[in-house]
């Protein structure tokens, strides 16, 4: 039988390439000004789904939220071993913060239909807050495993694993459905299959921006070349809850942290010198 999984996943600006076009006078990522590239722990969470589906079976569904070209991180979902990828895409979710964000997802995953499992990373490196799934998974009612960094066991009524705190592990078990949350500790994500790669590299976004039931048959989305594309419409979700109306966080100060050079001082390249260090470090408190 298998199990139904759903991972949600992000495409976000490189952070390790920002300028100072990267935010917009109202406090908004300019996203045009930076490289777009796949968040990294939304990697080990669809890591995790495709080994529990080549252990159990059942079906991966990868959903993000973005812009038309966010369509690269279905096509590199795809490439690892997705099953089927939707764009939430439409103008009236721009500028949604965390809790827009998780509502519009929770229409798009109760859109899916049923499922087992929600995955997605920790958090994402353009907003690093860690409440997009927690928030999601109390919209859904439904159990969250948070900072998952081993998967030991999963049947097709529940699943094991430890959880990272700041004391240390936690072993936690949950049935379904339920929310996990993966880190980068869990798994090593595989790299794309070159046979997925040619096969799905021409995919591209569909123009047709309503929901469309035809659509739901994966084999004539991948002939067609074709991403499913779901509006505001298509999820039934209520407007004044998306986007910049639906968001309570309001930016209302923007400082450049420019980080300068301080004192330096030349080590002698010996053990006297290290020996010197040392000491001064210890003396100062800094170690020991």
Same mark, same amino acid.
């Given at each position: 039988m298998g199990l139904n999984i759903i991972v949600l996943v992000k495409q976000v600006p490189d952070t390790q390439n920002i300028t100072q076009e990267a935010m917009k006078p109202d406090g908004t990522?300019?996203?045009?000004?930076?490289?777009?590239? $796949?968040?990294?722990? %939304?990697?080990? @969470?669809?890591?995790? &789904?495709?080994k529990i589906k080549e252990t159990l079976g059942g079906m991966v569904t990868v959903i993000t939220m973005g812009p038309p070209k966010a369509v690269e991180v279905l096509k590199e979902s795809m490439y690892r071993?997705?099953?089927?990828?939707?764009?939430?895409?439409?103008?009236? $979710?721009?500028?949604? %913060?965390?809790? @827009?964000?998780?509502? &519009?997802?929770?229409?798009?995953?109760?859109?899916?239909?049923?499922f087992d499992l929600v995955l997605c990373g920790g958090q994402a490196i353009d907003g690093d807050t860690g409440q997009v799934g927690p928030q999601l998974s109390e919209k859904l009612n439904i159990n969250q495993l948070t900072s998952i960094c081993d998967i030991r066991e999963v049947t097709e009524s529940e699943i094991i694993g430890f959880r990272a705190t700041e004391q240390g592990y936690e072993k936690v078990k949950s049935g379904f459905p339920a929310l996990l949350t993966v880190s980068s500790e869990a798994n090593e994500p595989r790299s794309p299959s070159a046979k997925k790669v040619m096969a799905y590299k021409n995919i591209q976004c569909s123009e047709q921006q309503a929901y469309d039931e035809s659509y739901l048959d994966n084999k004539c989305a991948r002939d067609a070349m074709i991403v499913k594309q779901w509006n505001i419409d298509s999820i039934g979700a209520?407007?004044?809850?998306?986007?910049?109306?639906?968001?309570?966080?309001?930016?209302?100060?923007?400082?450049?942290?420019?980080?300068?050079?301080?004192?330096?001082?030349?080590?002698?390249?010996?053990?006297?010198?290290?020996?010197?260090?040392?000491?001064?470090?210890?003396?100062e408190h800094i170690i020991g």
């Open positions: 990522v300019n996203r045009d000004a930076l490289p777009a590239i $796949f968040n990294p722990e %939304d990697l080990h @969470a669809l890591e995790e &789904a495709i071993g997705s099953d089927d990828v939707i764009l939430l895409s439409d103008k009236k $979710f721009a500028g949604a %913060d965390t809790l @827009a964000t998780s509502y &519009a997802l929770k229409c798009a995953v109760q859109t899916v239909g049923e209520d407007p004044e809850k998306c986007g910049l109306s639906g968001s309570w966080t309001q930016v209302k100060k923007i400082e450049n942290v420019v980080l300068a050079a301080s004192e330096a001082k030349q080590i002698e390249n010996s053990d006297e010198g290290i020996s010197s260090l040392i000491k001064e470090l210890t003396q």
